[in-house]
């Protein structure tokens, strides 16, 4: 049924990781709730907008690592990870 998808243990490690920081972050709106705050991207944002902006901002960087060459995806990943630090801290 799900052959179509070509699920490896990298996808399905990687849906999984996503689902676990939706339910930390669901989570932490109940228990710890925050007002919006405005950043580097000038409109006010919350924890949940900042996420999905580190997901899609990450789908980019590794979108133009494949388009500029490929090679080795350790360099995407962890410009991936300085760019959602960055937006948790700054945005």
């Not at 960087?61 to 962890?78: N, T, V």
């Amino acid at each position: 049924m799900f052959a179509w998808m070509a699920w490896t243990w990298a996808t399905a490690a990687f849906f999984g990781c996503v689902a676990v920081a939706l339910i930390i972050l669901t989570l932490l709106a109940i228990y710890r709730p925050e007002t919006p705050r405005s950043g580097i991207l000038r409109f006010p944002t919350t924890r949940g907008d900042r996420f999905f902006v580190s997901l899609l901002g990450s789908a980019f960087i590794f979108i133009i690592w494949m388009r500029l060459g490929g090679g080795d995806l350790w360099y995407p990943f962890a410009g991936s990870i300085v760019y959602g630090i960055a937006m948790f801290r700054f945005a």
